[in-house]
């Protein structure tokens, strides 16, 4: 089968773990151009990941008839605009998280999105590991009817003029690494939450540094999530789930690749007899079943686990958090941007 050829919107610090990596120990994927708005920082990336052709415009790679499937690793507030451009071309995307700056962009991007019959897949790369099989496979079989979800991820960015604080640019805490927790929550609760009420706080007016949210599904059960750039928990990342029959922790199910560990207690409801394990999933790294999943998407019309309408979802609860929290949702960046 003819390898998907890609190209990358850009030269973002994170396309050679995300793209450049995985598509070169996957037979099915080929990283075959890249633009950048400086062409020389585009032609230096070239040259170190060995990529064909370096355009000077996104809308050149847009054009370049080689170019099956786009990555759109661009700043938060520029995700739609591109991803919807990239649609009109007729590309497949492959988007990076957040899906948009806010869910009426969310909307926007998935009706065109549907009509185009198009791949169009939200890189939230954690949830095409393995690990997060064996989880929901846990709180399935194991735990009995779920009482509590929490998640949680706190990383540093002491950077205080890094564009994930740049509100013009869609940024704040909860628009970075609070979409995974959100993200996981959902995934982990198998059900659509509400915010009940939430608390931010900010490195500039209007941008949040730390937020923190309590969340209530149909069911009566709870959930609640934390994020951070910048805050006095330096590194923290992972997730809690509580069942009538017993609970799971997981350390890092973002990056599984690097470290991860899984604790299951359970408690057998006649007996009484309670039981406590740790688990590890081994397998490749998030990005490679990530995007080993998006090129079966295109080529076979194999499953996407993150398509538009889950990313309306996430949005529609990120937007949610920040009401909450006394704080605007975010906006698509301005042309020029």
């Known amino acids: 089968m003819e390898p998907l050829r890609i190209g990358t919107l850009g030269a973002a610090r994170i396309t050679p773990t995300a793209l450049c990596k995985p598509a070169a120990r996957l037979p099915g994927a080929e990283v075959v151009a890249v633009a950048a708005r400086d062409e020389g920082r585009a032609q230096k990336f070239a040259a170190k990941h060995g990529i064909a052709t370096v355009h000077g415009s996104y809308e050149a790679l847009l054009a370049d008839g080689n170019v099956e499937a786009v990555y759109n690793p661009l700043p938060n507030g520029l995700h739609g605009k591109w991803t919807l451009a990239a649609l009109a071309a007729g590309k497949h995307v492959l988007c990076e998280k957040p899906f ?57 960015l002491p950077m205080r003029n890094d564009i994930r604080y740049d509100l013009a640019l869609a940024g704040g805490a909860l628009m970075d690494v609070g979409c995974y927790a959100i993200h996981q929550l959902r995934t982990l609760a198998g059900a659509e939450p509400e915010v009940v009420s939430a608390e931010a706080k900010t ?10 949210a309590e969340m209530r599904f149909a069911d009566g059960s709870t959930g609640a999530i934390e994020c951070a750039l910048l805050s006095g928990k330096v590194l923290t990342l992972g997730a809690r789930v509580m069942g009538e029959r017993g609970e799971l922790k997981v350390t890092n199910l973002t990056g599984p690749q690097y470290y991860h560990r899984v604790v299951v207690k359970t408690q057998d409801p006649g007996s009484g007899v309670k039981a406590r394990r740790s688990e590890k999933v081994k397998g490749e790294a998030t990005y490679w079943y990530q995007l080993e999943a998006f090129t079966k998407a295109v080529r076979e019309g194999g499953p996407v686990l993150t398509p538009p309408a889950d990313s309306i979802a996430n949005m529609r609860v990120i937007d949610a958090v920040y009401r909450a929290a006394g704080l605007e949702p975010r906006q698509p960046s301005s042309p020029g941007a």
């Open 100 to 156: 948009t700056a806010n869910v009426e962009e969310a909307e926007q991007v998935a009706a065109v999105a549907s009509a185009s019959g198009l791949v169009v897949m939200e890189a939230f790369h954690y949830r095409y590991h393995p690990l997060v099989t064996r989880l929901l496979e846990i709180v399935r079989d194991e735990l009995g009817p779920i009482r509590r979800v929490e998640t949680r991820m706190c990383i540093p």
């Open 203 to 212: 490195i500039r007016p209007g941008v949040d540094r730390w937020a923190k």
